[in-house]
Structures are given as C-alpha cells and as structure tokens.
C-alpha cells in the first residue's frame, strides 16, 4: 500500500524536508492518522493490588499515630521512661533478630552490614541521646508550646509527604530529619531528661530502624506484610482512641481514604484515561543505545 | 538674525540667537526662560505650610525657622548649581569650538575643544525616558586613530531644543567647519 | 587660509617697531612675545634674537613689524615693508594699528624661494565695507593674551614626564602655552634699561620677591642636608633588628601612631631629596607636603599651648579614669539586661546566664586593670601631649591608639561573640545542607546529593536542633557587641579619616587655585573682542582656572585611604556571616 504501489500521474507525496516537492509545506496526505496510538505503554491497575500498595502509606500515618499517642501518655505521666525504654529494648531486639533472620536483597557492590557496625551505630544511638537529653531538655523552655507543637506538626507533615513510600530503605533523608527533629521538639517538652531519653529512643525505633525491617518483610514475605500493616492501623487508631476519641475517629478516616477510596478513585478514573501520540511528538531519545554497538 | 520661535524636547519656548562675528566665527545662544515666580512661590509656600503643620503639632519654634532656612539654601542651591539660564556655542574656524552654559546665578562654567581634537558636529538620536529626543554633539577624534571617535561631547544638554533649532545650529556650525 | 596671530595684550599701545616672537609649526599660527621699538639697528636686533634664542632654547625670530603711527609719523608703511628684505622670513606680517581705533589691520607678505616677494594682503578698510577682495586674501584671526598668565599657568591634563613620541604632537594652544612659558629670558629685558634696544613685553613687578625666594633656595640646601642626615638616623634606628621581631612589626603596623611615622617619614624623604622636582606635578605634591607639614605642625603647637597652659592635662586624667569606670558600668547593666529575657526574646536561659556570666567576669577583671592603670595615665597623657609637637596628626594617632587599648574589652567581648556567632552560623548551614540531604563538594564548588548513614543523620539533626535554638542568644549577644565594636570603629575611623585628610589634602594647590587661579589652567576660554565691522576677527583668550575638585583629586598626596576599599554591601555580609572587622585594611596578601 505504499505510494510506490500506486503508480499516478504525480509524483507522490513523501515525508522528507530535503526535497524540493509540489506541495505547500503544510500538506499531509491520509497516512497522517495511520501512527496514531492510544493510551501507549499503560498498565491496568487491580484494585486489591492497589490497595496494599496503599496500605504502606496508611501504615506510615499509623506510626505517627502511634509516636504522638506515646508522646501524650508521656506527658501525662502515665508511661514511665523505664517502662518505654524496656519495651524498646526488647522491641530493638526482636526485630533486629528478625531482621538478621530474613533474607536480605540482593545488593551489589555493597557488603552487608556487620554486627560489630550495627553495635557500633546502636552505641553512638545511646550515648549521643543520653548525652544531649539534658541539653534538649532545656532547650526550648523559653519557647511557647504553641510555637514547639506548630513546629513538630508542620515537620512531622513533611516527614509524611517526602517519605520515600516506594523504596523505603534507607530512609530518605530529608523525612528522617523531619521526623527526628519533631520528635526532639516534642520530647523537650517531656518533664524529665530520661524521658527525652525514652522519647528519643523510641523516635529512632519507629522512625528510623522500623521502615528498614519493613522493608525488607515486603521484599520476603508480602503475605505478612499486609497483615503487620493492617495490625498497625489497627493498634495506631486504637492507642490514639485511647486518649483522644476524636483524632481516632478522624485517623480512621484518613486511613479508609487513603487505603481504600483512593484507591477505588484511581481504578475508576483508569478508564478516562486518553492519552494519544504520533509522529507529531517531538522526538526522545532512547537511552539503550546498546543495539547500535552491533 | 531673526529670532524665531523654537521649542525644547518638553514643549517649552527657548529663543536661539545667532550672531555671526565675523566669516569665521559664530555665536549660538539658547535661552531658556527664566524660573517662573509662580513655581517659586508654590515651592516655598509648600514648604512653609508644611513646617507650620510640624510647627502646630510639636509646638517647636525651630521648625519655622529651618524652614525658612531650607528654602533660601534650597533656592540658592538652585539657582547656582540647578537652573541654567543660557547655553552658548562659539564656533571659531581653525581655532575650535567654545561652549559655555551660563547659570541663573550667573556662574558660568566653559569648556574649549581645539580644532585638532574635532572630527565632525553631528547631529544624533537618544532614548531619553520615554522618548527619543535629537541632540547636537561633538565628535572627538581619537589621538591615536584618526579614523575613531574616541568620544562624544553633547550640545545644549539642558536646554534640549528641539530638531528644526539644531538643524538651524547645525548648518551654520558646518558651514564654518567645512570653509577652508 | 586662517592665519592666527597671538598677540600679547601688553603690546596693544607699544610704539612702532619689529614684533618677535615664533611661528608654532605645523599650525597656521604666529605667537608674538614682545615688539622691538622703532629706533633700532637692525643687526643689533638680529644679535638679540640669535642671543636669546641661545638662552631660551626655543626657536625666536622677527615675525614681522607693528605700526601705531603717533602724530607726525606718517609714511612708516613703506619703510615697515622694506624692513621685511633686511630680516629675511617665507612670512612677514606687517600689522597696523590705527591711533583711536581698536581693530586691527594686518598683511602678510609671502617670500618663496627665489626671493621674491608675493604680496597679499589683507586691507580691511576700516570705514568701508567693499570687501571684493575676500576671496583671494588670507584672513586674520587676533587672539589677544595676557602674557603674564599665560607664562605661569600649567595647561592641565598634564603630560607626565616627558611627552610621548607615540602620541601626536602637542596640540597649537600647548604649544603656544609652551612657547611662552619658554622665553622668560626675553622678558628679563627692563623698560627702563638704558640699553640699545627697547622692547614692550610683560615685566615682571616683583624683583624684590625673587630675591628672597631665591635666597630662601640657597638655604633650603643645607636645611635638606641636615633633614636627610636626621632622617637616614631614624632610618637606621628603625631598621635595627628589634623591631624586626614577630609581635613588634605586628603592633606597629596596627598602631596608627607607628602608621603615622612611617607616612611622615616617607613625606620627610621626599621632601630633602637632593634632586630638584621632577615636574610641575611633583613640585606641587612637594610643596603641599610642605604646607600641610607646617599647618599640621602649628596645629599640633596650638594643642599644646591648649593642653600645657592651665593643666588641662590632670583635667583630662581625672575624667579618663571615671569615664572608662562608667562605661564598664554601663556594660555591666547592658549585661545584666541581657541575662534577663532583654525586650521580650526567646533566649535559652541556661546559654544565656553561662554567656553572661563570662563576660561579667571579664568586666570585672578590666576594671581592676583600669584601677591598677590609674596612677599612671596622668603620665602617660603628659607625654603623650608632647608629640603633639610633631603634628596634630600624632596627637589624633595617638588617640586613636589610647581608645583603642581603652576599648580592649569591647573589642574582646566583639571577638568572642562573633567566633561563636561564625560557628553557629557555618555549623548551621552545613547541617541544613545534611538535613536535606546534601553536602558541599569541594572539588567541584557545588552542592550535591549524598546518601547519609543512619547514625550520622541522626547526630546531625540532634546537633542541627541544638544550633538552631541557640541561635538567637549567640545571634543577640553578638548584634550588642557588634553595635558596640562598631561605634567604637566609627570613632577610630572619624579620627583616621581627618588624620588622613590633614595628611593627602593639597593645601598649596588649593591655595594657589584660589589665589592665582590662572596658574592651574583647564583650558582656555575665548571672548569675542571688538565687533567693529570691517576689521579682523579679535578674540580674547582667557585662561579658565581648573576645577576645585579636579585640583584635590590630581595633587593629593597618596595614603592609604586612596586604594579602593571594603564596599558597604561586603561589611554588612561580613557582619551577617560574623567575620571580624578591623579598622585597618587587612593585607590581603594571603592569597598567593
């Protein structure tokens, strides 16, 4: 069907610049809308397939949860520092055990960390924690509680948005360093210098060494996964239930939006999608030039 | 001559006088008028209202004196460094070109080019503000190449006549350049 | 053709004679230096001009002849012509002037090689106006000058040193200027000398006056002697060995006193330099060091009669001592202030009293200095008042050098606050780059992206939360301190500047603009003369005196103050990021 099958009385047209031709430059015969393609290179969401992926977000916004709610039986004094400091350790332990246990993904050109350089980060972890607790402590005793609570909300928001959901570990800097300067905010608040301490103990266990073995049950086991995540929801909607009813209730709506509607929205509007390219494109550039070596 | 009516870039009447001394040397004058007693008197009435306004509210008697100050110092800086009351071109052939613009208070102040250091008196255009004015300048030759301008000397900077009195300047200025 | 005639404004009612002067080459001009009167031999005139041309080094000729016929003088005309074959010249002007006119008629006779003689002449008849002959005459500009200004004056830009043979060559006005500045000699020639020629020219009034000034030269000799024998003395004591050592040429270059006697030092150098100034420029320069030497010098005699004549002296010790108690009471209570919680701040308490504390102590050690001080600073001021005998300049260096060592712990307090203001400030940055997860390569000059361990983020935002909360009270102290430094700086600056300008300002060429203005010439300025018709153009060239500014801006004497300095948006970045600032110019000589 090519214009040199079809012998006429013109010359025909063809799609080259160089040539002088009896055309207006503008001109385009039918074959224009033949390379039209729809919707190219689109994948077709399923909707529990999105929803567990979701499901991490959710689990994300849990742990905050959970984080605040500790905070709050701190502050009140209905948590000892003892009590959180043990339960982390043994937390800590657990899961560092479990994290050994699992296998870990295959990484290139980079060793697995050794016991003695996890003992080593664990014993700078403590020291510099214990150390500055009395320092935190005082720190921000001349600035009001509006301005600290304001501050800790405002970067925990932003530890939430810039969380690298999709590769979790190691954790992105900039949501760490969020997370962690929040939580040093509100942990100055706390009355003593051991609950800075446990405070910031525990800050670094959900923050930073959790996502890590998260990660890494998803890569082994995403059977499990699911359910830790779902078990986390679950244990974050309750614990905040337990002293504030109302930021329960409203977690637990963002949770059912985020895991669920969203979700359900995004499989919906899947098929509105309409997106159309041809020869009309401007031109990319393949980055696997490696079929022109032979 | 006679005098015709000429205007500067602004819409303002400026008078052209052009004496002519001998074949070889010509006098241009462009006068501007002069400080309009009207804008003097709203200049310091202006002033004066103010500092009594100042005066009512502070009860200081130092205001109205300043005041007074002011004005005469701002007045006197005006006329001596501000208003130029007329600016003159003297073209001698084979000696140079003088011009000299004379202030309200009667300074004067007065540069000489040499003949040797002049290439051409042209007439050119600006952007000035909003809008392109014509201007009368000196073309200064370059010592080392004598095809280069090295610089430009403008005419009649404050006055700013309008095209038809530099045209006028203009060709009488290159009929007293270009005799030989 | 235009033929310009300088004439001299002297000459204007000379009698009859021969006019002599040059032909400046190159230009169509003539400049006439004086008239030679009419009852002359001619080879006596001849021998005259060989001699002076002789002394002058310039070139001289007969130019041409000047008539004002007086009464019963007529039929000089032809004669003045013929005189034209005894002085032979390719040009002869021959320049009338009629008794009770003021123009000016003038012919030129042209003479080419064969000796003969082409006449054309330029006959303006003065009641007449039938100019047919226009076309074919050679016109005459007059340009009529005042011999006397025009001899001192010094045609400004100045060429220095000798002219470039590269430029061109210098332009007819120069030239003109050149020539007559050139032939003094000429007019040395008195009115009323009884010799065989007379001549008109300008004379100068004020023989007696150049009698002094040259006896003044002659015992200028050995006073220079003697001042560069005193100067290679201190040369020598300040070159010995000691004062090479590390902490003394340190001090001494921050002292502004030792910065003084250096700059002294060097202007004494100048000044009894053997060799006779170089320009007009370096003479100048010499003669203003001179006059403010001796200005500052009888300032600084008027200080100490002030000083010395009622006991100023014990006066100003015994407020010295209260003062400076005062002010480290006020510092005191300006600390005090600061450890509460100043206009309603957010300080951290505990950096804030551990700050606080510090430099009371420090207060507290500096008013014991000042008690132990306060015996001796009537001594020290007595002395110290003596150099003003040196100059008033000492006596503000030397103030200058007292606030200083006063203010030491102002200066103190201003170190330690901006060291720990800089690192708090650089700490923070690096830290807020780790927050984001950045760092700075250094070898490429950029900010990159850096994957951090876990426990560096960790200490890294511990340490950055800390920095930043204790921002603002390292951030308040060191603003105070800095306010305080500063005004203290303001203070040393004011005094530095107006030592400075005792030091570079160009007395003698300032005096000599506003009493001899014609002596600094911009350039010249003409005047159309007489408008009589028919008769030569005649201009007035007047010498148009340079501008005040442009005479401090060419003949102050170079210090330190004239190299470009710190510009104000580098001080405030200075300020903000918490690097020190002095007074004195850092030698950035560091860099290589």
Same mark, same amino acid.
Request: aromatic share 12%.
């Given at each position: ?92 332990? %657990? ?64 530890? %939430?948005?810039?969380?690298? /959901?999709?590769?979790?570990? *190691? ?65 974050? +909607? ?57 | ?141 370059? *010592?080392?190449?004598?095809?280069? +301008? ?19 300047? /203009? ?10 | ?190 009115? /009323? ?28 000799? *050995? ?46 150098? !100048? ?23 001796? +200005? ?9 009669? &002030? ?29 005090? &202030? ?75 307090? /201003? ?57 603002? !009270? ?89 190299? *470009? ?18 007074? &004195? ?8």
């Amino acid at each position: 069907m090519g214009p040199d099958g079809v012998p006429g009385p013109a010359v025909p047209w063809r799609k080259v610049l160089w040539e002088c031709q009896a055309f207006p430059d503008n001109y385009v015969d039918q074959r224009f809308l033949e390379e039209l393609r729809r919707n190219e290179g689109i994948r077709q969401y399923r909707y529990w397939a999105v929803v567990r992926e979701a499901g991490f977000v959710g689990e994300q916004l849990s742990c905050v949860a959970i984080f605040i709610t500790l905070w709050l039986y701190m502050e009140q004094s209905l948590l000892f520092p003892e009590t959180l400091l043990w339960t982390s350790l043994v937390c800590a332990l %657990l899961g560092y055990g479990l994290h050994r246990a699992l296998p870990a993904p295959v990484e290139s050109g980079c060793e697995p960390r050794t016991r003695l350089a996890d003992l080593q980060s664990a014993a700078i972890f403590l020291s510099f924690t214990f150390g500055f607790s009395p320092v935190l402590k005082t720190l921000t005793e001349s600035v009001s509680t509006d301005t600290v609570y304001a501050m800790s909300a405002v970067m925990l928001l932003a530890h %939430l948005v810039s969380f690298p /959901y999709a590769q979790p570990s *190691p954790p992105g800097s900039f949501s760490l360093n969020a997370a962690l300067f929040a939580s040093v905010c509100l942990a100055s608040r706390l009355p003593g210098a051991l609950h800075t301490f446990a405070m910031l103990t525990c800050a670094l266990l959900v923050f930073a060494l959790w996502p890590c073995l998260l990660q890494r049950l998803r890569g082994s086991a995403p059977s499990q996964f699911a359910g830790v995540c779902v078990g986390v929801c679950v244990a974050g +909607v309750a614990g905040l239930g337990s002293q504030w009813p109302g930021g329960a209730v409203l977690l637990a709506l963002a949770l059912g939006s985020v895991t669920l509607l969203c979700p359900l929205l995004l499989v919906r509007l899947q098929r509105h999608k309409d997106n159309i390219q041809g020869p009309w494109d401007e031109a990319e550039i393949h980055e696997d030039l490696g079929h022109f070596g032979h | 001559m006679e005098d015709e009516t000429f205007t500067d870039i602004n819409g303002k009447a400026i008078s052209l006088d052009c004496q002519s001394h001998s074949s070889l040397c010509r006098e241009f004058t462009v006068s501007v008028p002069k400080v309009s007693i009207g804008k003097v008197l709203v200049f310091t009435c202006s002033v004066w209202l103010l500092a009594y306004a100042v005066f009512f509210f502070t009860e200081n008697t130092a205001v109205l004196s300043s005041a007074i100050f002011v004005t005469l110092v701002g007045m006197m800086l005006y006329i001596h460094f501000v208003k130029v009351d007329h600016e003159s071109l003297i073209v001698i052939h084979s000696l140079g070109i003088q011009l000299s613009s004379s202030f309200a208070s009667g300074r004067e102040t007065t540069s000489f080019i040499e003949m040797s250091k002049i290439k051409d008196i042209v007439i050119n255009e600006a952007i000035y503000m909003h809008q392109i004015i014509y201007y009368l300048c000196v073309l200064l030759k370059d *010592p080392s190449e004598p095809d280069a +301008v090295s610089s430009v000397v403008p005419l009649f900077q404050s006055s700013k006549p309008r095209l038809n009195c530099l045209v006028k300047v /203009y060709k009488s200025c290159q009929e007293i350049l270009s005799k030989c | 053709m235009v033929l310009k005639v300088f004439f001299p404004q002297c000459c204007n009612r000379a009698d009859s004679g021969l006019l002599v002067g040059r032909w400046i080459s190159g230009h169509d001009s003539a400049v006439v230096l004086a008239v030679v009167h009419y009852p002359f031999i001619p080879g006596q005139v001849k021998q005259y001009v060989q001699q002076m041309k002789a002394q002058s080094g310039g070139e001289l000729s007969v130019l041409g002849s000047w008539s004002l016929p007086k009464d019963g003088q007529e039929g000089m005309e032809s004669f003045l012509r013929d005189l034209s074959t005894i002085f032979p010249q390719e040009r002869w002007l021959q320049i009338n002037r009629q008794l009770g006119k003021t123009g000016f008629t003038c012919q030129v006779l042209q003479r080419d090689q064969n000796g003969k003689v082409i006449q054309r002449e330029t006959k303006k008849k003065v009641e007449g106006g039938d100019e047919e002959e226009e076309e074919e005459e050679e016109k005459v500009i007059f340009v009529h000058y005042e011999q006397k200004k025009v001899m001192f004056s010094q045609l400004h830009p100045l060429e220095n040193g000798v002219p470039d043979p590269k430029t061109d060559p210098p332009s007819e006005l120069r030239q003109m200027f050149q020539s007559v500045a050139g032939s003094a000699p000429l007019f040395f020639l008195d009115r /009323y000398d009884d010799g065989p020629l007379k001549s008109t020219h300008w004379q100068s009034d004020g023989r007696e006056a150049s009698i002094l000034v040259e006896l003044l030269k002659q015992a200028s000799v *050995p006073l220079c002697m003697l001042l560069g024998w005193l100067l290679s003395i201190w040369t020598w004591i300040s070159n010995a060995r000691v004062f090479s050592l590390f902490p003394l040429r340190f001090l001494s270059s921050k002292l502004s006193t030792c910065v003084q006697l250096s700059h002294r030092t060097e202007h004494m150098r !100048t000044l009894s330099s053997a060799k006779p100034a170089a320009g007009h420029t370096h003479f100048i320069r010499k003669a203003n060091m001179v006059v403010s030497f001796l +200005v500052d010098v009888s300032l600084g005699m008027l200080l100490i009669w &002030w000083l010395y004549r009622d006991d100023h002296i014990s006066m100003l010790a015994n407020t010295l001592v209260p003062a400076a108690d005062h002010v480290a009471k006020e510092l005191e209570e300006l600390l005090q &202030w600061l450890m509460g919680a100043p206009a309603g701040l957010k300080m951290n308490r505990a950096l804030d009293q551990v700050l606080g504390r510090f430099f009371l102590y420090h207060i507290h050690l500096w008013i014991s200095y000042i008690h132990l001080m306060s015996p001796f600073i009537e001594g020290i001021l007595w002395y110290g008042g003596l150099s003003a005998c040196f100059g008033l300049t000492f006596a503000l260096s030397l103030l200058s050098d007292m606030v200083a060592l006063l203010t030491f712990h102002i200066y103190c307090f /201003y170190v330690y606050g901006a060291r720990l203001y800089c690192l708090k400030i650089y700490g923070l940055s690096s830290l807020w780059r780790l927050f984001r997860g950045k760092k700075w390569n250094v070898l490429r000059q950029r900010v990159d992206s850096c994957s951090y361990d876990l426990d560096q983020l960790f200490i890294g935002t511990l340490l950055f939360t800390v920095l930043l909360f204790l921002l603002p !009270t390292t951030a308040l102290y060191y603003l105070v301190f800095t306010l305080l430094r500063l005004v203290v700086v303001l203070f040393q600056g004011v005094i530095h500047l107006s030592v400075d300008f005792i030091n570079s300002f160009p007395l003698f060429a300032v005096g000599l603009r506003l009493t001899r203005s014609h002596r600094l010439a911009e350039g010249v300025k003409f005047r159309v003369l007489c408008e009589e018709p028919g008769t030569a153009l005649h201009l007035l060239m007047e010498i148009n005196p340079l501008k005040c500014s442009t005479v401090v801006q060419n003949y102050r004497t170079p210090t330190y103050s004239c190299y *470009p300095k710190d510009s104000w948006a580098a001080l405030i970045k200075k300020l903000f990021v918490g690097e020190l600032i002095y007074p &004195w110019r850092h030698k950035t000589t560091k860099t290589d």
